[in-house]
């Protein structure tokens, strides 16, 4: 893990940083959403979107605060990154949930650190399979990028399509 960086459990304290994280970090694949399917496409999709994610993280946070984690810095305690996931004993498999790293800090290895945590935390439990979602757009290839480093090699693509009627 980066010396630079602490991971502890996320409080219900950290959720307005986690919405700043979320806008900064997001807002380039929103955009794109938003250029590619039009303004009314995209707001009947996704109106609200950074306070609908920070609402999200709250519920999970409130609801299972032991699968929620920030990643912070350990000379300014400033928090950097966050994740959340779910544990599926049923079925043996870690779902990697909500989760993103500051924009100015991303491809530092945060998102790297961050993941191997959490596949760690499913080893643990027992758990055989871990599993996680992103886009296939540009503005996602980062994203992928950390995935791909942190372990994930098994795909399934999917298109979803939208039709105005």
């Known amino acids: 893990m980066d010396d630079r960086y602490r991971i502890r459990p996320a409080t219900e304290a950290d959720l307005d940083r986690i919405g700043e ?5 997001w807002e380039p694949i929103f955009g794109l959403h938003e250029e590619n399917w039009g303004e009314e496409l995209f707001g009947a999709l996704y109106a609200n979107w950074p306070e609908n ?3 999200s993280v709250g519920r999970h946070l409130a609801e299972h ?7 912070e810095s350990r000379e300014t305690g400033e928090v950097a990154a966050f994740i959340t996931y779910l544990l599926d004993m049923k079925k043996g498999i870690g779902i990697v949930g909500l989760n993103a790293v500051e924009a100015g800090l991303q491809g530092q290895g945060i998102g790297t650190m961050m993941y191997n945590f959490v596949m760690d935390r499913f080893r643990k439990a027992g758990l055989k399979y871990a599993q996680v979602r992103t886009g296939l757009n540009d503005a996602q290839a980062g994203a992928r990028r950390a995935y791909e480093k942190a372990g994930f090699n098994i795909e399934r693509k999917e298109v979803i399509y939208y039709a105005y009627l």
């Open 21 to 25: 994280i979320v806008r900064q970090a």
């Open 53 to 55: 994610i920070k609402a």
């Open 65 to 71: 605060p032991e699968w929620a984690f920030v990643v």
